[in-house]
């Protein structure tokens, strides 16, 4: 019998023993299942490999086969035609392995046709490529159909292998189990032994250290998982084979497609057809070891079939020995921005000027295609030389110099130069540039301005030809002056002497017939006169001198003047005439009344010159009112020969006549109406006519007037008839005589008329043949006044006349010198007082004006006699403007009359302009000279006031009193406004005497 502690000790031994015994016993069943599981789950694994493989295989012929098309190359056809064979062989070890499973045999059954229908559509596709080309064999791969078919045999392998994953997670599971218990009997039977025991522990501790490595792997896993799903852009781990192991979120929504569907595909199932043999190129060189990584800008493939650029990374990730485990990609969206840049491709392309981006080493790196088009050079052309070998020697100094200012940082804009084309020629550029300094880029755009430039040359040659032109016919203007200039100085010589001989006759006694005789020279030469008057006037409105001034008139006044103006040769005709204004026109108007009288003149004048019997009519009507505009329309009708229709509107031009040819019964010079109506449209009017042969003419001209400031609209009702005063009897010339007169005048013709005209007058005459003789006869003699003619032999009267007035600066006196001239063209009368004389005649001399002229200068000291201050029969002094004291001036020739008040009207503006000046410029002497000159032509006019006032002036500027001369002078623009406004109503009817202008 054993002990208790005997029983004690082998109790636990005993029952180490049975747990170790039952240990044994469920162990060994253990591992008899576990084996059988095992070989279960071999076959299950190796079905699997098998499944992978023969997918393999299938991806295989489907990439050779695309690789083929895209490629044409033969060597992508190695792996399809590897995989065609081992297709078949893996097939039949799949349908032997799964001969006793149920489940698995009909879903291999399936897959056959699928894949045979593959094969087919493989073979074909290549014999399609290898025989008829790559377009048909991409046709065919665009149907997709081989795509369709490889998608269907991987869902049909991916199910089959869903269902052996799921038998080796149950066998994975019972196998845990029995470990378990396995594990549980192992612990209770090594209880009894300390080995056993300290085995457990070890095991145990190694256990926990396994476990804490897989939760750190889990936890590692589980942060780049999460890093990888989360990242903003694509990121993708491949196989070496190209499919797809690892996607992110990014990657999935950027393509379309789920985690699972990608993971059941390769690169090449998703990029674009274009790009996928450049990405063949680039996975076999990295997985042969040419590379470790790439980048790369290619097409992926949506789900929905649109196509998305990317920038793809990728690098290759090998194991310890250096075989390649797998290639990490990361994938980032670009199409915003390569649509950007497609846009800006497009405009760089389409744009008409010349877009380029140059190095600062002096080359292009891009030009657009304008650059072709507009020079000729090719694209590889204007690449492969420096730019600056395109511009024109002579510009190639500043386009360097521009181009490294460029270079250094500074804008460019409006630079021009000039390129060669590929003809030869050059082409005008105007260049603007920007440059990228960090990346040594200059940004420039050139535009063609060639057919400008030329175009400016052209203008610049045009304005040259048309101011050549310009001048040329401003020369032809000035030949034109001087031509009627000469032809005036020439014909009114001799006419002085024509008309003053006859003059003088005439005061002669004599009988009727050799009256009648003196009376026809002296009408033939005023009609002749009146001819040059027409061509002169003429020329001044095509030069475009004549300007129209404005002042108040009065209509009916100025109607009835001309009325009273032609009324003798109306009655010697044995005409009717009269005039008539309508109520309605307003009695004051502001207007050019000097052109108003000189049309209504000439068109009446016409009406009497071709009226035969009846009766001729001036009329005035009121046309429709515009606020301050009134408009009126002058009419002048007769009861003449009238006017053919077919020559209404020729009658206006120059020199045209209704008469023509040598039988005309009519004269005149065809003047008049073409001055007519150049005067009417300078005023802003129109003139028309209406006229029948045998009926009459009726001559309209309407004229847009102002009505006078305060003027209404009934102001021209009830106007009383008015009767013109006539003028006084002449007056002998008394107050001339004894002047002792200086004449220059190197015609004896009019030499010998004008000092009769001084015998007449009482004068005492010097006469000399030149302006040398007139010169030494000053300073010799004392004369009151000296008449100078311009044109003379030896010195003229202008070199006289300033040789006078460089003797009297020292001197201190002053020798009154008035111009006698041939010479009446604008201008002239401004030219003599400049040249420092006082007066101006105009040839042929009268004897009224020159007697107004010695009058007024040729006072003792330097100043007119009482007697020509203005004085009357009575001693009355005129105090304004008086018809009266010109016509006594005059000798009440109207000829004279209207050349004193037209010379005062035109040299009174000027004069006094040129007192003002002086006395601005505080030049004491000009003041006196000016008042001086002024004072005599108011004489003339018997304007009492005007005269007195300059008289004052005169002595104020003599004595240097310049705040005195300022207080004198102010009243003078005043009392000449008044003074203008009278005497202008005059001056056109006083000039009619010249009628007969047709």
């Known amino acids: 019998m054993k002990s208790p502690l005997a029983w004690k000790v082998a109790a636990p031994f005993l029952v180490v023993g049975g747990i170790s015994l039952a240990l044994g016993v469920f162990g060994y069943r253990g591992v008899a299942g576990a084996s059988r599981e095992a070989k279960r789950t071999g076959g299950a694994l190796a079905s699997l490999r098998r499944f992978s493989d023969f997918l393999n295989l299938i991806v295989d012929v489907e990439t050779g086969k695309r690789g083929y098309v895209v490629t044409g190359e033969v060597s992508f056809l190695e792996p399809y035609e590897r995989a065609l064979p081992r297709i078949g062989s893996l097939f039949e070890e799949l349908r032997r392995s799964s001969e006793d499973d149920p489940e698995m045999r009909p879903r291999l059954a399936g897959l056959r046709p699928v894949v045979d229908d593959l094969l087919e559509v493989a073979r074909a596709t290549v014999e399609a490529r290898r025989d008829a080309g790559f377009e048909t064999a991409r046709a065919m791969v665009a149907t997709s159909r081989g795509k369709a078919l490889t998608d269907e045999i991987r869902r049909r392998i991916a199910d089959m292998v869903a269902l052996g994953t799921e038998r080796l997670g149950r066998h994975a599971a019972a196998e845990t189990a029995s470990e378990r218990i396995l594990g549980a009997l192992t612990i209770c039977g090594t209880v009894a032994n300390l080995g056993i025991l300290t085995a457990a522990f070890l095991i145990l501790r190694q256990a926990r250290a396994r476990r804490e490595a897989e939760r750190r792997l889990r936890r590692s896993e589980v942060q780049f998982r999460g890093a990888f799903d989360a990242a903003a852009i694509g990121m993708a781990i491949l196989s070496p084979e190209g499919r797809w192991l ?51 800008e290619k097409r992926y493939i949506r789900k929905d079939g649109s196509v998305v650029w990317v920038v793809l990374r990728s690098s290759l990730v090998r194991d310890a020995q250096g075989r390649p485990l797998h290639i990490v990609s990361q994938i980032e969206d670009i199409t915003s921005r390569k649509q950007a840049e497609d846009e800006r491709g497009k405009f760089f392309r389409v744009s008409l000027d010349l877009l380029c981006v140059a190095g600062t080493d002096g080359y292009f790196r891009m030009v657009n295609p304008a650059w072709q088009a507009t020079l000729g050079h090719s694209t590889a052309e204007l690449l492969a030389s420096p730019f600056l070998d395109l511009v024109h020697p002579d510009d190639a100094e500043k386009t360097r110099e521009q181009f490294d200012r460029v270079a250094a940082g500074e804008p460019m804009l409006g630079f021009e130069n000039r390129c060669r084309a590929r003809d030869g020629s050059y082409r ?76 003088l006759l005439l005061d002669t006694p004599m009988d009727d017939v050799q009256r009648s005789y003196a009376q026809t020279i002296r009408s033939s030469g005023e009609a002749l006169l009146t001819i040059i008057d027409d061509i002169l006037d003429l020329s001044k409105i095509e030069a475009g001198k004549l300007t129209i001034e404005e002042a108040g008139l009065d209509l009916r006044s100025l109607m009835e003047e001309v009325v009273r103006l032609l009324a003798p040769r109306a009655r010697r005709k044995g005409l009717e005439l009269r005039c008539r204004v309508a109520p309605d026109v307003p009695g004051r108007l502001v207007g050019d009344s000097v052109r108003i009288r000189q049309v209504l003149t000439n068109l009446a004048g016409n009406a009497v010159k071709f009226t035969e019997r009846g009766s001729i009519s001036l009329e005035a009507e009121a046309l429709s009112d515009a606020g301050d505009l009134a408009g009126v329309r002058l009419l002048v009708r007769d009861t003449g020969i009238g006017i053919p229709e077919d020559r209404h509107r020729d009658i206006f031009d120059s020199f045209t006549q209704v008469e023509g040819g040598a ?56 106007h009383a008839p008015h009767r013109p005063c006539q003028p006084p009897a002449p007056e002998p010339s008394r107050r001339t005589a004894a002047l002792r007169i200086l004449l220059a005048e190197d015609n004896e013709v009019n030499r010998r008329v004008v000092s009769a005209m001084l015998d007449r007058l009482g004068c005492k005459v010097h006469a000399v043949g030149n302006g040398r003789e007139a010169v030494e006869a000053s300073e010799n003699g004392r004369y009151d006044v000296a008449l100078m003619d311009i044109q003379m032999p030896e010195m003229d009267g202008l070199a006289a006349t300033a040789a006078i007035r460089g003797r009297e600066r020292v001197s201190g006196r002053h020798l009154p010198i008035i111009a006698l001239t041939a010479h009446a063209m604008q201008g002239d009368r401004e030219h003599c007082l400049e040249g420092g004389m006082d007066g101006y005649l105009s040839k042929p001399i009268r004897l009224g004006p020159l007697r107004d002229a010695l009058l007024a200068w040729g006072g003792r000291d330097e100043e007119p006699p009482a007697a020509a201050a203005g004085a009357d029969r009575d001693g009355a002094p005129y105090r304004s403007f008086s018809v009266e004291a010109v016509g006594e001036s005059c000798g009440d020739d109207p000829e004279l009359i209207r050349e004193v ?64 001369i300022r207080e004198a002078y102010r009243p003078l623009p005043e009392l000449w406004s008044r003074l203008e406004g009278e005497a202008a109503r005059y001056l056109e009817s006083l000039d009619a005497v010249h009628a007969g202008r047709a």
């Open 246 to 296: 690892m996607v992110n979120r990014a990657f999935c929504q950027f393509l379309g497609y789920t985690d699972a569907e990608l993971r059941g595909m390769t690169y090449r199932d998703v990029t674009h057809p274009d790009d996928l043999y450049t990405d063949l190129l680039s996975m076999r060189s990295l997985l042969a070891g040419g590379i470790s990584s790439f980048q790369a």
């Open 428 to 503: 005008d550029l105007s260049w603007s540039s920007v440059v990228d300094v960090q990346r040594g880029l200059i940004y420039s755009a050139a535009h063609d301005i060639t057919e400008k430039k030329r175009a400016d040359r052209e203008r610049e040659a045009t304005l040259a030809a048309l101011a050549v032109a310009r001048d040329e016919a401003m020369a032809a203007t000035r030949a034109k002056g001087d031509f009627l200039a000469n032809m005036s100085h020439e014909i009114r010589t001799p006419m002085n002497g024509v008309v003053g001989m006859a003059e």
């Open 663 to 718: 039988s005309r019964k009519y004269g005149g010079t065809g003047l008049g109406l073409a001055i007519c109506r150049s005067l009417v449209e300078l005023m802003g009017g129109a003139i028309g006519l209406e006229s029948r042969p045998g009926e009459g003419s009726l001559f309209r001209f309407d004229l847009p007037l102002r009505r006078a400031r305060g003027e209404s609209e009934d102001a021209g009702r009830g």
């Open 901 to 964: 008040i037209g010379l005062m009207l035109e040299d009174v503006p000027a004069q006094l302009r040129r007192l003002e000046a002086g006395i601005v410029g505080g030049a004491p002497q000009e003041v006196a000279r000016g008042s001086h000159h002024l004072k005599g032509s108011f004489m003339a006019v018997g304007a009492a006031d005007l005269s007195e006032a300059c008289r004052g002036l005169e002595t104020l500027a003599r004595r240097g009193e310049l705040d005195s």
